[in-house]
């Protein structure tokens, strides 16, 4: 069957961090001949007209691609770790007018292999990128943050035990961000832990702005996850989509002025570490327990009429 590689699909390839993940999608799905390569093992991906999905690998890499069978053809879509299948939405209709087809010649597809490089690793087996950001000398992490704010998103989540109200108002620069995120179609949640002066009319004011409230006993982790909106990633006035892609921030800072750099007045000093996108499903996963094992709002309410607060020190289950 003629077979298409979309533009995500050619994104996906090209960003992935592990050096030999194109060469290995591209060996399971292509044949030398530039066909596409039959698996009996393939199903259908609900969700997604006429798609597929195959396993590329499992275990702990457990490598996917989805894919799309129209007539005689087939378009390579989407490929990446497993938590994929749990991210996908239609391609854009305009994705097929720009597919590249893989013409029917010998060595084509291995020429598009050795084209992908040898990527994640610099001299000495370091990574290529440093990761990991500061608030001093430079305030990276509210850089890294703020750079979110025009940039289409599925989910934001912030896992804060601390928190400066007035930073989250409409008229501070990320209170505005988010207003106009949640305006924008993302899905935005904010998990602290329980205000220690009982005071939620701030919460309930995050609330009415479409922003998901969850209180965690205990909580002390902190976390800021921006997950990039891939059906929108090639709207026109966006950067180039092939450097785009999710922002998972875990670290020391918590929400406050000294903690994101956010003010003038000083800065903590801060270590944060930028996870590689591709870890977007782990953190989904975490961040659903949390959420599932803390308190709404509506409950802590309740427990705040009845004079029960001490019981948002304790888990749910």
Request: net charge neutral.
């Amino acid at each position: 069957m003629p077979t298409f590689l979309l533009p995500e699909f050619v994104v996906d390839l090209q960003s992935h961090r592990h050096a030999h993940f194109a060469r290995r999608v591209l060996e399971k799905t292509i044949q030398r001949n530039g066909r596409f390569r039959e698996d009996g093992d393939d199903h259908r991906y609900g969700g997604v007209e006429d798609a597929w999905i195959r396993y590329i690998s499992r275990g702990a890499s457990a490598y996917r691609v989805i894919f799309i069978r129209s007539g005689a053809n087939v378009y390579l879509y989407r490929a990446g770790e497993h938590a994929i299948e749990n991210r996908v939405g239609a391609p854009r209709a305009r994705a097929f007018d720009e597919a590249v087809p893989v013409a029917d010649a010998e060595g084509e597809v291995a020429n598009t292999v050795a084209r992908f490089p040898q990527q994640a690793e610099g001299e000495g087996g370091r990574p290529a990128v440093n990761r990991f950001l500061r608030n001093r000398p430079a305030p990276e992490i509210r850089r890294a943050i703020l750079s979110r704010r025009n940039l289409p998103h599925r989910d934001i989540w912030l896992v804060a035990p601390f928190i400066t109200p007035r930073l989250l108002l409409p008229t501070a620069d990320l209170g505005k961000m988010l207003v106009d995120q949640a305006e924008d179609g993302a899905s935005i949640a904010l998990i602290t832990a329980p205000p220690r002066d009982r005071d939620i009319a701030w919460l309930e004011q995050l609330e009415e702005r479409d922003i998901a409230i969850f209180c965690y006993p205990r909580l002390h982790s902190k976390l800021y996850c921006f997950v990039l909106d891939e059906r929108r990633k090639y709207e026109r006035g966006l950067p180039d989509p092939r450097k785009l892609s999710s922002l998972l921030v875990v670290g020391s800072a918590n929400i406050t002025a000294a903690g994101l750099a956010l003010s003038e007045d000083g800065r903590n000093e801060e270590l944060c570490y930028s996870v590689p996108d591709c870890e977007v499903g782990h953190v989904e996963t975490y961040v659903t327990s949390l959420m599932t094992r803390g308190y709404g709002l509506s409950e802590v309410r309740t427990f705040r009429a009845r004079g029960q607060w001490q019981r948002l020190e304790v888990d749910k289950w």
